[in-house]
RNA sequence: GGGCGAGUAGCUCAGUUGGUUAGAGCGCCUGCCUUACACGCAGGAUGUCGGGGGUUCGAGUCCCUCCUCGCUCACCA
């Protein structure tokens, strides 16, 4: 056998930054993340597919630890199943993202003194473009560095032709099926953003304001109402003030009319039962129809006039049908400045009753978190409800499973209170609403192609001049990404439905629910069978990370610190299902050193492999006559069947048989942290500290064994390798290709090489954890009595009270090389006496491994440590004895548990009988 | 306010249909530079399983109640 010089084949580090890059541009040369359509079977071929269409990042988005999870979990998932044999699919791209762009934008023109309003429309687009093509493809450059094995020939843009083609297939559509009209109410306005939001983007939080109670003059002259408010400026926009009909404070009330203070109009109070709580504040409501929605249905109801006293900057004007609302002095006030300077005005009026202290909750711009305000207005929407029907059934009939599982109820739970989707943004970065207007006829088209003159009337026709809320493109993402609405798109007919769809919770609405109905409007099916949605990454403090706190830890410092595959080792090892992973940005060193301790590992046993076991290829194990394994052998063969199922259990399913989940795999799988964690100890625990070891005096000793011990040893690490390429692909790649082993059918790329597979001629190897158990035993005894390192004790193996006598002898005759190197004790299987002045192990077989230590040990220190041993045993053999003597338990438990406990039961009175014999020899008493 | 979830070792979390003496990783303590690895090896300590009640032969696990956190929804002016 030739030996090749290890040592000069791996540097004694890992050196992540060597490596990394070139090895990514390696696997896009191989092109082996690049999916072919005509592979999959829906599309005549023979495989299974497997797809994931990445949640876009905004495209003015820079990598943060958010991307960084959420895409090494995608990137995890998408490298399992390739090497599980899936034609493998992982479509990236990026999202325009309307108001997140313009504000960043708007930011910089802000900068040069300048407003969108200054440059026009068309300039500012042009401009923003220019932006997005310039900067906008920075986060897909740092998804490579994070090593994710997307299929970069198919990126996607929400707004590239392709895609906005799609969005005016979509809003054409749903206007053909009536479920896309336009509406005039009560909306949530950002006045600083200057557009209209959708319910889901005004965000409640809970502030502490003031409920300010106004008293409202009857006009006759006889008295007055109080109504309560939390926000007085809007009295000023009030057309009526409402009681509840069977509110017998007011009941004679009802048809009068008050006087508005500060803006002298004369309003009438209504009954209505629907809008009013007669146990809230007076039970007197003021009506602002403009400025709130919920008055806005009760104005509608009652048809009253609603004047509106609010610019879109949020200043106070006398709008639409408020006449003179507004006194000249506040015109153009700012609102909140409006609300003090009201408070100020009603209580020289005399008119405010008193200021209570009033916690509610407010919603805020989920943008620029400006407090909305609601403003009536003239938008575009999308009815929900029936597009929510089959979205609902989808995961009611587990069609669609969403993990982890109580985000279902969630999930639910919304779509059965769904309320119809405002469209239109008062923007211009987006897509440009498709509706053309003639001034003329007053014709109203909706097209898939620009029109210039009116289809009706030959006019001039304008088009609408809001564009469509970003989700409006997201939420076709799945098919557009594969290019719907092109039925014919080899694509779409490969790769649709999807598989998984992996995201954060905050999206469920905005993008995942509005997603599963997009599928089933557009293409008349779910667009994935799985939702997972991960946690968040958080600090110590569990606060969200991000920049603006100063709290965020870039992805980019880990991996020129640590390497990118630490990062990725970190974050999957840390995500519990669901669960949030907690990172320190103050000590990265406490965050990502045990993942790079564990690359370390791996690569320290590569160089032991490589050094021992040189650079000849090693004889597959399944063709290694069975008689020549040893027990060592087949344990860790075992050990790695079992680490391959239990992975394989963390993992799968992949996909619902017959599309439809089954009651016992419907929340299994996407276990993380659980495959991470059984491959690690796999290494680790099993690999590196036991067999290994156990390999070191074979290897030494040459010969036919030494061989076997190789060929195992390679063929396990094979395994661990291949069970660790989706959360570290650098260095197992890089380990990989130089390993010892037969190269037929093994590829070129651990990346696309066979998932390993269990082995059953290799069972469990109970002989082998014998040898384990003495191991552990002798060296707690060598820790318990501080036996110096060099010190060699000798030792007795008494097997008269086993139950297989002659099965551990041979153990141990066969092991004693490895136990001694372990322990540096040797034992012989002379039989010594329990009473013995020393230390006696009990092993699970039942023999007795003495130890005598007569003057090396401590007699007194011994005999009161067996004697604590010998009470706590007690303790616990009486309990027993009582549990087995109540006809309770022996009649009721199940027969195995009862066993198992007369069992237990035997072995503890035998135990009792070995520690009390040891108390006498060792106390004298 | 509605709905949901969580409270287990100093920290992050596992604990399958109730059934051995409740576990893991990190951290901590002790001893070791043992020829792959000190980014390592070996050993050790630590829990009235949030409080209280109940069901049961038996409860971390089931029921009730209270407390504390978290998520989510919501037009109480």
Same mark, same amino acid.
């Given at each position: 056998?030739?030996?090749?010089?290890?040592?000069?084949?791996?540097?004694?580090?890992?050196?992540?930054?060597?490596?990394?890059?070139?090895?990514?541009?390696?696997?896009?040369?191989?092109?082996?993340?690049?999916?072919?359509?005509?592979?999959?079977?829906?599309?005549?071929?023979?495989?299974?597919?497997?797809?994931?269409?990445?949640?876009?990042?905004?495209?003015?988005?820079?990598?943060?630890?958010?991307?960084?999870?959420?895409?090494?979990?995608?990137?995890?998932?998408?490298?399992?199943?390739?090497?599980?044999?899936?034609? !493998?699919?992982?479509?990236?791209? &990026?999202?325009?993202?309307?108001?997140? &762009?313009?504000?960043?934008?708007?930011?910089?023109?802000?900068?040069?003194?300048?407003?969108?309003?200054?440059?026009?429309?068309?300039?500012?687009?042009?401009?923003?473009?220019?932006?997005? %093509?310039?900067?906008?493809?920075?986060?897909?450059?740092?998804?490579?560095?994070? *090593?994710?094995?997307?299929?970069?020939?198919?990126? +996607?843009?929400?707004?590239?032709?392709?895609?906005?083609?799609?969005?005016?297939?979509?809003?054409?559509?749903?206007?053909?099926?009536?479920?896309?009209? #336009?509406?005039?109410?009560?909306?949530?306005?950002?006045?600083?953003?200057?557009?209209?939001?959708?319910?889901?983007?005004?965000?409640?939080?809970?502030?502490?304001?003031?409920?300010?109670?106004?008293?409202?003059?009857?006009?006759?002259?006889?008295?007055?109402?109080?109504?309560?408010?939390?926000?007085?400026?809007?009295?000023?926009?009030?057309?009526?003030? +409402?009681?509840?009909?069977?509110?017998?404070?007011?009941?004679?009330?009802?048809?009068?009319?008050? %006087?508005?203070?500060?803006?002298?109009?004369?309003?009438?109070?209504?009954?209505?039962?629907?809008?009013?709580?007669? &146990?809230?504040?007076?039970?007197?409501?003021?009506?602002?129809?403009?400025?709130?929605?919920?008055?806005?249905?009760?104005?509608?109801?009652?048809?009253?006039?609603?004047?509106?006293?609010? /610019?879109?900057?949020?200043?106070?004007?006398?709008?639409?049908?408020?006449? /003179? #609302?507004?006194?000249?002095?506040?015109?153009? @006030?700012?609102?909140?400045?409006?609300?003090?300077?009201?408070?100020?005005?009603?209580?020289?009026?005399?008119?405010?009753?008193?200021?209570? !202290?009033?916690?509610?909750?407010?919603?805020?711009?989920? #943008?620029?978190?400006?407090?909305?305000?609601?403003?009536?207005?003239?938008?575009?929407?999308?009815?929900?409800?029936?597009?929510?029907?089959?979205?609902?059934?989808?995961?009611?009939?587990?069609?669609?499973?969403?993990?982890?599982?109580?985000?279902?109820?969630?999930?639910?739970?919304?779509?059965?209170?769904?309320?119809?989707?405002?469209?239109?943004?008062?923007?211009?970065?987006?897509?440009?609403?498709?509706?053309?207007?003639?001034?003329?006829?007053?014709?109203?088209?909706?097209?898939?192609?620009?029109?210039?003159?009116?289809?009706?009337?030959?006019?001039?026709?304008?088009?609408?001049?809001?564009?469509?809320? %970003?989700?409006?493109?997201?939420?076709?993402?799945?098919?557009?990404?594969?290019?719907?609405?092109?039925?014919?798109?080899?694509?779409?007919?490969?790769?649709?439905?999807?598989?998984?769809?992996?995201?954060?919770?905050? @999206?469920?609405?905005?993008?995942?629910?509005?997603?599963?109905?997009?599928?089933?409007?557009?293409? *008349?099916?779910?667009?994935?069978?799985?939702?997972?949605?991960?946690?968040?990454?958080?600090?110590?403090?569990?606060?969200?990370?991000?920049?603006?706190?100063?709290?965020?830890?870039?992805?980019?410092?880990?991996?020129?610190?640590?390497?990118?595959?630490?990062?990725?080792?970190?974050?999957?090892?840390?995500?519990?299902?669901?669960?949030?992973?907690?990172?320190?940005?103050?000590?990265?060193?406490?965050?990502? /050193?045990p993942g790079r301790n564990f690359l370390t590992k791996l690569w320290n046993i590569g160089r032991f492999l490589l050094t021992n076991v040189g650079g000849e290829t090693v004889q597959p194990v399944e063709t290694i006559s069975p008689d020549k394994l040893r027990r060592a052998d087949r344990w860790i063969l075992n050990r790695l069947n079992e680490a391959i199922a239990e992975c394989d259990a963390a993992l799968g399913p992949a996909r619902p048989r017959g599309g439809v989940w089954t009651e016992s795999e419907l929340y299994r799988g996407l276990r993380l942290?659980?495959?991470?964690?059984?491959?690690?100890?796999?290494?680790?625990?099993?690999?590196?500290?036991?067999?290994?070891?156990?390999?070191?005096?074979?290897?030494?000793?040459?010969?036919?064994?030494? +061989?076997?011990?190789?060929?195992?040893?390679?063929?396990?690490?094979?395994?661990?390798?291949?069970?660790?390429?989706?959360?570290?692909?650098?260095?197992?790649?890089?380990?990989?290709?130089?390993?010892?082993?037969?190269?037929?059918?093994?590829?070129?790329?651990?990346?696309?090489?066979?998932?390993?597979?269990?082995?059953?001629?290799?069972?469990?190897?109970?002989?082998?954890?014998?040898?384990?158990? +003495?191991?552990?035993?002798?060296?707690?005894?060598?820790?318990?009595?501080?036996?110096?390192?060099?010190?060699?004790?000798?030792?007795?193996?008494?097997?008269?009270?086993?139950?297989?006598?002659?099965?551990?002898?041979?153990?141990?005759?066969?092991?004693?090389?490895?136990?001694?190197?372990? &322990?540096?004790?040797?034992?012989?299987?002379?039989?010594?006496?329990?009473?013995?002045?020393?230390?006696?192990?009990?092993?699970?077989?039942?023999?007795?491994?003495?130890?005598?230590?007569?003057?090396?040990?401590?007699?007194?220190?011994?005999?009161?440590?067996?004697?604590?041993?010998?009470?706590?045993?007690?303790?616990?053999?009486?309990?027993?004895?009582?549990?087995?003597?109540?006809?309770?338990?022996?009649?009721?438990?199940?027969?195995?548990?009862?066993?198992?406990?007369?069992?237990?039961?035997?072995?503890?009175?035998?135990?009792?009988?070995?520690?009390?014999?040891?108390?006498?020899?060792?106390?004298?008493?």
């Amino acid at each position: 056998m030739t030996q090749i010089p290890a040592q000069t084949e791996l540097p004694p580090q890992y050196d992540p930054a060597s490596t990394e890059a070139a090895l990514y541009k390696e696997w896009l040369d191989a092109g082996l993340f690049t999916a072919d359509p005509a592979k999959s079977r829906r599309a005549g071929g023979d495989k299974d597919t497997f797809v994931i269409v990445m949640p876009p990042p905004n495209v003015t988005a820079v990598l943060h630890m958010g991307h960084g999870l959420n895409n090494t979990v995608q990137d995890v998932v998408t490298r399992w199943r390739r090497m599980c044999g899936d034609e !493998a699919l992982w479509v990236p791209g &990026t999202d325009h993202a309307g108001i997140a &762009t313009q504000n960043v934008v708007e930011k910089q023109l802000a900068g040069e003194g300048k407003t969108r309003f200054d440059l026009g429309r068309d300039a500012f687009v042009a401009r923003t473009t220019e932006f997005v %093509t310039e900067t906008g493809g920075t986060i897909l450059e740092q998804l490579k560095a994070i *090593g994710s094995s997307c299929d970069w020939t198919r990126t +996607a843009y929400t707004l590239s032709p392709e895609l906005s083609k799609a969005v005016r297939e979509a809003f054409v559509q749903l206007h053909e099926r009536g479920l896309i009209y #336009r509406g005039h109410r009560v909306i949530h306005w950002c006045s600083r953003c200057l557009t209209s939001l959708s319910d889901e983007e005004a965000e409640h939080s809970d502030e502490t304001g003031a409920l300010y109670h106004v008293s409202y003059p009857l006009t006759d002259g006889t008295g007055s109402i109080t109504i309560a408010t939390t926000r007085p400026e809007t009295m000023l926009a009030d057309v009526a003030v +409402a009681v509840h009909p069977d509110d017998e404070r007011y009941k004679h009330l009802i048809g009068k009319t008050l %006087t508005l203070p500060i803006a002298n109009a004369e309003i009438p109070i209504i009954a209505d039962a629907e809008g009013v709580d007669p &146990t809230f504040g007076t039970g007197a409501v003021k009506i602002t129809p403009a400025h709130d929605a919920n008055d806005f249905e009760m104005g509608t109801r009652h048809k009253l006039p609603m004047p509106v006293i609010l /610019s879109p900057e949020g200043n106070m004007a006398n709008g639409a049908d408020a006449g /003179s #609302r507004v006194p000249a002095e506040l015109l153009g @006030i700012d609102r909140f400045e409006a609300r003090e300077r009201v408070v100020q005005m009603l209580k020289h009026l005399n008119a405010l009753v008193k200021i209570d !202290a009033h916690t509610h909750a407010v919603r805020h711009c989920y #943008r620029c978190d400006t407090v909305v305000e609601p403003r009536l207005s003239d938008q575009w929407f999308v009815k929900m409800k029936p597009l929510a029907e089959p979205a609902l059934q989808a995961v009611r009939d587990r069609k669609i499973r969403i993990l982890p599982e109580r985000w279902e109820a969630v999930y639910i739970n919304w779509l059965e209170g769904i309320r119809d989707w405002n469209i239109s943004r008062q923007l211009w970065w987006g897509h440009r609403i498709p509706v053309w207007y003639c001034d003329g006829c007053g014709e109203v088209t909706v097209s898939r192609d620009d029109i210039a003159k009116c289809p009706k009337c030959g006019g001039p026709a304008r088009q609408d001049e809001d564009v469509l809320d %970003t989700w409006f493109s997201s939420w076709l993402w799945p098919f557009s990404t594969l290019g719907w609405p092109d039925r014919n798109s080899i694509d779409l007919k490969a790769f649709y439905p999807t598989d998984d769809l992996v995201t954060a919770p905050e @999206i469920l609405f905005f993008w995942v629910a509005r997603m599963i109905m997009g599928g089933f409007a557009f293409m *008349g099916e779910a667009p994935f069978h799985t939702v997972y949605l991960h946690g968040t990454v958080r600090d110590m403090k569990h606060v969200k990370m991000s920049k603006s706190l100063g709290n965020g830890i870039d992805p980019l410092d880990v991996i020129a610190l640590y390497g990118t595959d630490a990062l990725r080792y970190t974050v999957i090892a840390g995500l519990g299902l669901g669960a949030d992973v907690m990172l320190d940005p103050n000590d990265l060193e406490k965050s990502f /050193s045990p993942g790079r301790n564990f690359l370390t590992k791996l690569w320290n046993i590569g160089r032991f492999l490589l050094t021992n076991v040189g650079g000849e290829t090693v004889q597959p194990v399944e063709t290694i006559s069975p008689d020549k394994l040893r027990r060592a052998d087949r344990w860790i063969l075992n050990r790695l069947n079992e680490a391959i199922a239990e992975c394989d259990a963390a993992l799968g399913p992949a996909r619902p048989r017959g599309g439809v989940w089954t009651e016992s795999e419907l929340y299994r799988g996407l276990r993380l942290s659980e495959y991470t964690e059984t491959a690690r100890r796999f290494v680790w625990n099993e690999l590196a500290d036991w067999y290994l070891e156990s390999t070191k005096s074979r290897i030494a000793a040459g010969g036919d064994d030494s +061989a076997v011990a190789r060929a195992v040893l390679a063929h396990c690490f094979d395994g661990a390798l291949r069970l660790l390429q989706p959360i570290v692909p650098f260095i197992t790649e890089t380990l990989w290709r130089r390993l010892p082993i037969a190269t037929e059918g093994r590829g070129n790329f651990i990346a696309v090489a066979p998932w390993p597979t269990r082995n059953s001629n290799f069972t469990a190897e109970p002989e082998f954890d014998l040898a384990r158990e +003495a191991i552990n035993s002798i060296r707690q005894l060598r820790a318990d009595y501080s036996l110096p390192p060099g010190d060699r004790i000798h030792a007795h193996l008494d097997t008269s009270s086993s139950t297989n006598a002659n099965g551990d002898t041979s153990v141990f005759a066969d092991e004693g090389d490895f136990i001694t190197r372990l &322990t540096r004790c040797d034992i012989d299987s002379a039989s010594g006496s329990a009473g013995e002045a020393g230390a006696t192990i009990l092993l699970s077989t039942g023999s007795r491994i003495i130890v005598p230590l007569a003057g090396v040990i401590d007699l007194d220190k011994e005999c009161r440590k067996t004697k604590g041993e010998l009470e706590k045993l007690e303790t616990q053999l009486s309990a027993l004895e009582g549990r087995l003597s109540n006809p309770g338990f022996t009649d009721r438990a199940p027969a195995n548990v009862v066993a198992a406990e007369r069992q237990k039961l035997t072995e503890w009175t035998a135990r009792r009988e070995q520690l009390t014999q040891k108390v006498v020899s060792l106390c004298g008493s």
